[in-house]
């Protein structure tokens, strides 16, 4: 079962913030955040192994709720390198590790 | 930096030939994958490839398809006979180990298309 995604697009201006959430019905170990541009490969961004904990690449965040079964990814100060398609994905059965099953997908664009 | 690579970058083929879609991990890694993206649509697994052998297979993942490492460095996804529906972005990821770091690199994929 595939985790849902929200928002499913974003427009932003450079400078503006940004919050993506990635939720499951199934009980989660892990969340794995990747970033794909058009045209390119998903780009590994963090994975959040523990509930709560929060990790950071760039000015890009992420937290990681195992009790909401819910994972959020930050997007401060924005730039236009953010663009792209940010995908979710969980591991299947219950474990932190293994196959992904992404979300599909949340649209950034970003203007100057 | 080490990187995933894989050949060929687009690969046109007719409805019901074999492909072979070829793949270069990172050379410390142990754990191969496979998964493919419909266009417009999200990444969907395929296969995943541990100590010479298939740890995990999706549904999509049927008789005719199979994977192989047949030296050292290359992992291969062979498509029997390919269908219109195969045609999608295949994309091979690697990752060092299966329990402790869990990061999954992607290569830049390989376009598929049947006619």
């Known amino acids: 079962q595939q985790p849902v995604q929200s928002p499913q697009a974003v427009i932003l201006r450079e400078g503006e913030d940004a919050v993506i959430n990635c939720s499951s019905s199934k009980a989660l170990y892990s969340v794995h955040w990747y970033r794909q541009k058009h045209g390119e490969a998903p780009v590994f961004l963090m994975i959040l192994l523990k509930g709560g904990e929060q990790k950071g690449h760039e000015k890009i965040s992420a937290s990681f709720n195992e009790k909401k079964q819910q994972s959020s990814l930050y997007l401060t100060a924005s730039q236009l390198s953010y663009s792209g398609t940010y995908f979710c994905?969980?591991?299947?059965?219950?474990?932190?590790?293994?196959?992904?099953?992404f979300g599909q997908g949340t649209i950034l664009t970003v203007h100057p | 930096e080490p990187e995933v690579t894989q050949t060929p970058s687009h690969q046109v083929t007719q409805m019901g030939q074999e492909v072979i879609l070829r793949c270069v991990p990172i050379?410390?890694?142990?754990?191969f994958y496979w998964y493919r993206q419909i266009l417009g649509q999200k990444v969907e697994f395929l296969v995943s490839?541990?100590?010479?052998?298939?740890?995990?297979k999706s549904e999509i993942f049927d008789d005719q398809f199979s994977v192989e490492r047949p030296d050292g460095s290359n992992f291969t996804l062979k498509i029997r006979s390919t269908k219109l529906e195969d045609s999608a972005m295949y994309f091979c990821?690697?990752?060092?180990?299966?329990?402790?770091?869990?990061?999954?690199?992607f290569g830049p994929g390989t376009r598929l298309t049947v006619t």
């Open positions: 050379s410390n890694h142990l754990y």
């Open positions: 994905g969980t591991p299947a059965g219950g474990t932190s590790y293994g196959k992904l099953t």
């Open positions: 990821a690697s990752s060092l180990t299966y329990r402790d770091l869990h990061e999954q690199y």
């Open positions: 490839f541990y100590n010479n052998e298939i740890s995990e």
